[in-house]
Antibody, heavy 118, light 107 residues
Framework: EVQLLESGGSLVQPGGSLRLSCAGY????????MTWVRQAPGKGLEWVSV????????FYADSVKGRFTISKDISKNTLHLQMNSLRLDDTAVYYC???????????WGQGTLVTVSS | SYELTQPSSVSVSPGQTARITCSGD??????VRWFQQKPGRAPVLVIY???ERPSGIPERLSGSSSGTTVTLTISGAQVEDEADYYC??????????FGGGTKLTVL
């Protein structure tokens, strides 16, 4: 059974940085593309970033490009999202997802809350 | 354009058929996934590749596609189907797209 467990969410001031992690269990990490999806309070789902199975290809939403960096440590079955220059509108629950298909978002973690506030 | 449009809300009585549409130019060539999200919970995949149902998803949920519009149909809707539903597809620029979400009310 595929399991994804996010961690690292917390309260951070505008302009600050935060690193989210997602531990994966029950699947071959190198065979799965991993995607971060976020959901602001009371709002819909927003695609954030994707990394390929090997970790060699990455893409970002325009809203986070240049500020966020996605990466995966295949040896530790862990996905990361380094978030810099955080803004108030980055406040959201961040979900880690996985799929055997490129850009698929089939398996989801429970989410981790990031609050950007002064 | 890389947008997916859904109605903001759909309301049916128990036992009726609910239909939720998702429209967008990319749907002419890309598959859609549908997700169900209940309050405080992570989204759950209910339909993939426009019409396929993952194991464990009730048969009353089905998907169909025509041109640039895909439809999630819930036949004989039950109270437990009340949730937010999101369509999702992909663009040629290697990015994902979510629809704005549809709140389904069953009462």
């Amino acid at each position: 059974e595929v399991q994804l467990l996010e961690s690292g969410g917390s309260l951070v001031q505008p302009g600050g940085s935060l690193r989210l992690s997602c531990a994966g269990y029950g699947f071959t990490f190198s065979n799965h593309a991993m995607t971060w999806v976020r959901q602001a309070p009371g709002k819909g789902l927003e695609w954030v970033s994707v990394v390929s199975g090997s970790g060699g290809s990455t893409f970002y939403a325009d809203s986070v490009k240049g500020r966020f960096t996605i990466s995966k440590d295949i040896s530790k079955n862990t996905l990361h999202l380094q978030m810099n220059s955080l803004r108030l509108d980055d406040t959201a629950v961040y979900y880690c997802t996985a799929s055997e298909k490129w850009l698929g978002v089939d398996y989801w973690g429970q989410g981790t809350l990031v609050t950007v506030s002064s | 354009s890389y947008e997916l449009t859904q109605p903001s809300s759909v309301s049916v009585s128990p036992g009726q058929t609910a239909r939720i549409t998702c429209s967008g130019d990319v749907l002419a060539t890309k598959y859609v996934r549908w997700f169900q999200q209940k309050p405080g919970r992570a989204p759950v995949l209910v339909i993939y590749d426009d019409t396929e149902r993952p194991s464990g998803i009730p048969e009353r949920l089905s998907g169909s596609s025509s041109g640039t519009t895909v439809t999630l149909t819930i036949s004989g809707a039950q109270v437990e189907d009340e949730a937010d539903y999101y369509c999702y597809s992909t663009a040629d620029n290697n990015k994902g797209i979510f629809g704005g979400g549809t709140k389904l009310t069953v009462l």
